[in-house]
């Protein structure tokens, strides 16, 4: 392959014991997010081995799989499941995150039929405007699964900074220790998980007096890139390079800066621009659009991102020697990290950092 994602497995390791470390220090349990790098896993067990024991994903199927192959974890599906979905969602997820009273309906329906007690989290809509039940909403809601068989409600959770940028203040954090309280009074129920939100919790975290009753968090860009989620702010302590973008360089050319003839739209309907730079030294390498979020990435060497197609992208090489054949390395952001982890036509190599030899692989997925 033309490029791969380089994974050090021991920063990851260390970023989640540290991580893990500071949440214990304020009462708090961690669940890794294992989303963004698309269930890898080689990362699975790593998170394992640091002793992170609740893994959560997006996908049922990326559950299972983990599960089959026998990585021992409690694992959490935090998006809604679809009705299509439910039968495999009790069949593989511990617990589950719910916001629509006809899923829970169906789980519990399918719970009976597989002779099985189905754990799950309530969502509660705390601004962010993604999933959750609004919160004068979730007494009721509570009650009605309270009737159901072969259900338990194990939590109630927030998410933040995801789709609305809702930052989780202490005021939104006192706010949702006081429904869990409120719950936990009225229902005579024990919750385990009040989980307060994601890798953006980091400042609440750190500077929290008083965690209330949220005792739970799910992590997973602090984890993978050791950063917070609301400035992306690297966060002291922790590595940010535990994810390295490599690329083959294919053609290298002098060229104008600017393309010439009759301009239309490109292959994305947009209508880019560029600026004057005379002729230049331009590089290509062999992956696009459709592996990586190109926007997401950051280049180690001196040269500058022009622009990409879906599988070629361009850099300006002009302060550089650099030749066909050779590889160009980039930071990644999250979106970069999970478009990358997504992509089949990526190889995943995982490496260990040494500080005399640098970077060497220890092992390359299939």
Not at 130 to 155: C, H, S, T, Y
Not at 203 to 226: P, S
Not at 267 to 291: H, S, Y
Request: with cysteine; aromatic share 6%; net charge neutral.
């Amino acid at each position: 392959m033309t490029a791969k994602v380089e994974i050090d497995l021991r920063k990851i390791r260390h970023n989640a014991k540290t991580l893990k470390k500071w949440c214990e220090e304020k009462g708090i349990q961690m669940t890794a997010v294992i989303k963004g790098v698309n269930g890898d896993m080689e990362i699975a067990r790593a998170l394992v081995d640091s002793g992170i024991t609740s893994l959560a994903d997006t996908k049922v199927e990326r559950i299972a799989k983990l599960k089959s192959a026998q990585i021992p974890a409690t694992y959490m599906l935090i998006r809604t499941p679809a009705l299509s979905e439910v039968s495999e969602v009790v069949r593989h997820v511990d617990v589950s995150a719910q916001s629509e009273i006809d899923v829970v309906r169906a789980i519990s329906a399918e719970a009976v039929k597989q002779n099985k007690t189905h754990a799950i989290i309530v969502m509660v809509e705390m601004g962010d405007l993604r999933e959750g039940v609004m919160p004068k909403d979730v007494p009721a809601f509570i009650e009605q699964i309270l009737q159901l068989p072969n259900i338990q409600v194990v939590g109630i959770g927030a998410n933040f900074a995801c789709f609305g940028g809702i930052i989780p203040t202490e005021q939104k954090m006192r706010e949702l220790s006081s429904l869990a309280k409120h719950i936990q009074k009225e229902y005579s129920l024990f919750l385990p998980y009040v989980s307060g939100g994601n890798s953006a919790n980091y400042y609440w975290l750190k500077q929290t007096k008083d965690v209330g009753c949220i005792n739970h968090l799910r992590l997973g860009e602090a984890i993978f890139l050791g950063r917070e989620t609301i400035r992306g702010a690297a966060i002291p302590g922790l590595y940010q390079d535990a994810f390295c973008f490599v690329a083959e360089v294919i053609e290298v050319k002098t060229k104008p800066s600017v393309p010439y003839g009759v301009q239309s739209r490109n292959a994305f309907g947009e209508a880019p621009t560029f600026p004057e730079r005379g002729m230049m030294k331009r590089a290509i390498v062999g992956i696009g659009r459709q592996d990586v979020y190109v926007n997401g990435l950051t280049p180690l060497q001196p040269v500058q991102i022009i622009g990409s197609s879906s599988d070629h992208m361009i850099v300006d090489a002009t302060y550089t020697d650099i030749q066909v054949g050779d590889h160009l390395r980039f930071a990644v952001d999250y979106g970069a990290m999970i478009s990358l982890m997504t992509s089949p036509h990526v190889q995943k190599t995982y490496v260990q950092t040494d500080e005399k030899n640098g970077r060497f692989p220890t092992k390359t997925s299939a």
